[in-house]
């Protein structure tokens, strides 16, 4: 199917002088877009065969990779003491590269409790800390408040939430969509499509 654009593509536009070339054009559009049909399928093939290639390849190197570091991290850790100069450096430089051992990262777990859990948690502890701001406020502990107020904001910021319009539904419900301030759903100009009968392109083509 293949819509007709707003502007003219150019002053040689090949507008048909009777219905037999409007045929061939449609003919035409036809194979052009079989054409381009089959060099899509080609290129998505190639694609999905290199893609699948170099899934093997990471694959391999990252198999290779590991056995390489585990091995010598053995190494390594049988000879930590040594390398280390007895524990006072993390870092040991060899002719071909560095070893080290760094810290490890931090991360947030809370085993047992689901996602929604852990809101709920943080939702209290912010009420918790509001109710403290005002006893402060109340018994003039003004020193007390800029830390509670800094640590509320802290958790705060440990609540995401993206709330975004959700316009599928909005087509779904275009009268509901449209009672809101601002929002309207206009239908789009009318469209000019052409389609091509894929059982008739070659005969006519040919002719």
Known sequence: MAKAKTKAAGTNLPVPQND??????????G???REDTEAKATHDAVVAALEEKRGTAVKVFQEVQGVIVDALNVWATANRDRLTNGGKTKTVRLPTGSILWRDGKYSVKHRGLKNEDVVIAIKQRITTLQV?????????RVKQVPPLVAEIIALEGFL???VEPNKEAMLAAREIAETIPGVTVPRGGEEF???????Q???????
């Open 132 to 140: 403290k701001i005002a006893e402060a406020r109340k018994q003039r």
């Open 20 to 29: 037999a070339d409007a045929e061939q054009l449609i003919a035409r559009l």
């Open 160 to 162: 995401r939430e993206k």
């Open 193 to 199: 499509v052409v389609e091509p009968l894929a059982s």
């Open 31 to 33: 194979v052009l877009q």
């Open 201 to 207: 392109i070659g005969e006519v083509a040919s002719s």
